[in-house]
């Protein structure tokens, strides 16, 4: 049978700046076919292990708790995540042990000053290059190199290009990694993060009144701006989510500022590798307070409920909590009555839980869900892994 050849080719981009290299596909660079089946060229870098690299989507919009979930995914694979090594000091990419966390922020085609003279917000499909995000997440995916261009949050300027190996998880973080159907399809998994407009705005307003020192009007029309891209190219996103961590204001108190949350994991059924997590008995709907003797509660209490629903016409079950823990090393009581939670020793997820206690909502079901999904993506990963050492020797049998 014919093999052909595969080249390394230039093709026009918005951004060519890195030169051709034998040894990982540039951003200005494409996989060319000569024939009807295609193979690497033996010059092109891939991972020893090269077709393991599984794909993770998370979703959601600026300042909606994305660096903090990905600090407790990366802690759950164990090492402590860095940005690359001698590389550009405003990287967003955090690399650790078995992880690499890309933000798509960095496939902007438009720059701070490019989106200005346009008129168009960051959000806009119009300012990013999603077949170039296409093709680098397809290449990492296949185990080749790519040279991912930056988008430069300090000075709003793309700058010259960083090196992403393979990694064994690779994970492309920001405000679109389900937006594009082509990018959507190479996710093994997939999550978003929905914050309720109230909780946003509490949120926003301690991070960029308290730390940043931006005013509360300047915040408010900065949200007011950005929503309607955010109804039409961010949420729309959820409905293909594997997983959807919700959070609401508490409804244990009436008109709650948003300091008490009600948080909801919505997980999709018959998702390959992914089973529900459960709360006492699969499939039936459950409310259950957990507060008396073993867990203590101060006002306004805790309240869990379970059971399946139908979100965007597709079954998922729903694991709900509203309130938060006054004692985290308490929370082993609630982790013992909870099944599928995938980890490996008893009070794992109290464990994690305890060991980020500083992580912005560790008191609460955001942190408590964010540790379970972090839990779950280590479990799909290992049965991943585990099916493709599986096959060549089921084919060897056959
Ligand atoms: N679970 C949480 N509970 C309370 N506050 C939170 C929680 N998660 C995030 N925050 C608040 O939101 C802010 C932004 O969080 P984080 O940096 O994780 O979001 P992000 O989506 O990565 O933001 P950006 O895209 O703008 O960098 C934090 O500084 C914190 O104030
Ligand atoms: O929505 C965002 C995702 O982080 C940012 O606003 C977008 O990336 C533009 O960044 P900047 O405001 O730094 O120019």
């Known amino acids: ?143 080749i190199a790519v040279d991912k261009p930056i988008y430069n949050h300090v000075t709003g300027l793309i700058d010259p290009p960083e090196l992403i190996k393979p990694p064994k998880i690779f994970v492309i973080e920001g405000l679109h ?90 997980m999709k059924e018959g998702v390959k590798y992914f089973n529900p997590v459960y709360l006492f008995d699969e499939g039936s709907t459950i409310s259950w307070v957990p507060c008396g003797r073993k867990l203590t509660c101060s006002y306004p209490g805790i309240k869990f409920a379970y059971g399946p629903e139908t979100y965007f016409g597709h079954e998922v079950s729903v694991l709900e909590m509203d309130g938060q823990f006054d004692r985290l090393d308490e929370l082993i009581y609630v982790e013992s009555h909870l099944s599928n939670i995938s980890t490996k020793f008893y009070g794992e997820v109290t464990q994690q839980m305890l060991k980020h206690a500083d992580f912005p909502g560790s008191n609460n079901g955001t942190g408590l869900f964010q540790t379970i999904v972090g839990l779950k993506i280590r479990d799909l990963y290992e049965q991943i892994v585990a099916s493709k050492v599986a096959a060549p020797l089921e084919a060897t049998k056959a």
Request: net charge neutral; with cysteine; glycine share 6%.
């Open 177 to 266: 990694p389900m937006y594009d159907a082509r990018v959507r399809e190479l996710l093994d998994f997939s999550i978003y993060l929905d914050i309720s407009p109230e909780v946003k705005f509490a949120w926003k307003i301690q991070r960029d009144m308290a730390e940043r020192g931006h005013s509360l009007e300047s915040i408010k029309a900065s949200i007011e701006a950005r929503k309607p891209d955010f109804d039409a190219y961010i949420d729309p996103q959820k409905q293909y989510a594997d997983a959807v961590i919700e959070v609401l204001p508490t409804q244990l108190i009436p008109d709650d500022e948003g300091k008490v949350l009600r948080v909801r994991l919505i």
């Open 1 to 143: 049978m014919a093999v052909s050849t595969v080249y390394t080719v230039q093709i026009q981009s918005l951004n060519s700046i890195s030169t051709p290299s034998k040894s990982h596909l540039g951003f200005n660079q494409l996989l060319y076919s000569s024939g009807k089946k295609t193979r690497r060229a033996t010059h092109i870098s891939c991972s020893a292990d090269n077709d393991k690299t599984v794909v993770i989507g998370l979703a959601a919009d600026s300042g909606c708790g994305k660096s903090t979930f990905m600090r407790r995914l990366t802690s759950v694979f164990g090492g402590a995540a860095e940005p690359p090594k001698g590389g550009n000091p405003d990287s967003n990419t955090l690399i650790s042990d078995m992880t690499t966390v890309i933000c798509l922020d960095d496939y902007h085609s438009l720059d701070r000053n490019g989106r200005k003279e346009k008129g168009v917000t960051a959000l806009d499909p119009k300012a990013n290059d999603f077949d170039l995000m296409y093709e680098q997440v397809k290449a990492v995916k296949e185990g």
